[in-house]
């Protein structure tokens, strides 16, 4: 492949415009196309006045900006496209409109020609089923505001040409971009990956043990998130996001990993999609989302007698709290002292029936993230609300802060990352992508704090594994069933980023 090619953007709306702007700064010749008059010459205009931006800033000069100007063009015709070297589709997401669109370019380019679909949801195999030549057909999934997301996907159909999903690799690169190459399958790997987030923070919901502002606050303050499930949720329109739930959801088989809420239809009924409505999970004024205040602290108790479980992670720890707030440390848990346990993937009433403790004094404390950042409390059934205002003031007595949610297998954070990390491991099993696809493209294309399979590495895999099993015995729910990927590199005390051994 030539260092400057004839690329074609086909569809002048958001995406298109971004796709046209990032290999015109990258030195190529781009032709945007629209089917509606005067749609291509407008996007060409405001791709030129975003650019012409980073001459004001001093981010580009005025030379370098002529030169960017000299090759976006909009084509006023399909056939005006005819000795384009790669040709980008971002027009509707409807697999018949962008069939027909291929078959199109396929009566005017050449046979070497590139044809490359940005959806976000088709299979690209049925997009390619339409044409006479499917194996120069693939998928360029970019992102919104592609520019600044410093990522694209690679999608290989079954028939496409592994030289031109090299190609492709070597294009977005040259652009300065991340390629991840991803299988044909449901999602891809970006929004196949992020469904731990979502499904589970609304399984939480559905559950009731914790409210949308608490579950944010905690995977946000506890786990590192930008933001929690329901910010996402509101920022991207729950009337989309349902879509890709429920589309992942079939075209998987209705694997249960990847199962919808039932809280989700009623609200879509209802028109509360989020920032663009003004009503989401949340409520906003303009752009501010209104969030609830966390309750306030409680008074800690004047007299307080705290055990706390000889297994749990932080016991040391929570031992030098007791002591700098004043209450008295005990050794066995006696009548009337606060109760502390600290369970793997459990429960708080399982913690206090396994071990013989009484429900209406005892609390969970989450272990995972550690007492130096946010701290998630969790309560039996029957944990008294004396106990429950005594805890929550103990542990935020040296200013970190606290959350207290109802009962729920693996508290929010446990449950959560565990969920992500058996995804990616899945699609990994599966040869969706590689581990280091699958890690650039989490961080880059989700924004997360690090790469799931590094994250599992982090708390542990076998911990993970641990959380994983507990979950799914507690609830019998097989969304919980680990990843053979995850359970045979755990059984050889492998880590999770190794690269992978050699295949038949």
Known sequence: MTDTLKIAVIGAGTMGRGIVQLFAQAGHRVHCFDSSDGAAGKAVDFVLGMIGRGVAKGRIDADEFDRIRGRVYAAAAIEDLADCDVLIEAIVEDLEAKRAL??????????????????????????????????RVAGLHFFNPVPLMKVAEVIAAVRTDATVVTRLRDLVAGAGHRAVVAADQPGFLVNHAGRGLYTEGLRLLEEQAAGVDQVDRVLREAAGFRMGPFELLDLTGLDVSSKVMSSIYEQFQQEPRFRPSSLVPPRVAAGLFGRKTGQGWYAYEGDV???????????????????????????????????????????????DALLIVQPWGGDATGEAVAHGLDAARCVALDPLPGLARHRTLMLTVATTPAIR???????????????????????????????????????????IASVEDIEDAVKMGLGYPQGPLSWGDRIGGERVLAILRRMQAVTGDPRYRPSPWLERRVALGLSLCTPEAARR
């Open 102 to 135: 291929f078959r199109r370019l396929e009566a005017v380019v050449s046979q070497q020609a590139i044809l490359a679909s940005n959806t976000s949801s088709l299979v690209v195999a049925e997009i390619a089923a339409a044409c006479a030549h499917p194996q």
């Open 289 to 335: 989302c209104q969030v609830q205040a966390a309750p306030p602290v409680p008074t800690l108790p004047a007299a307080l007698q705290v055990w706390v479980a000889p297994a749990a992670a932080d016991r040391e720890a929570l031992k030098a709290l007791v002591q700098a707030a004043g209450m008295q440390w005990v050794e066995s848990p006696v009548p």
């Open 389 to 431: 205002d005594a805890a929550h003031a103990l542990c935020a007595h040296d200013g970190v802060g606290v959350t207290v949610i109802n009962d729920s297998p693996g508290f929010i954070v446990q449950r959560v990352l565990a969920t992500i990390v058996n995804i990616a491991a899945q699609i990994a099993q599966r040869g």
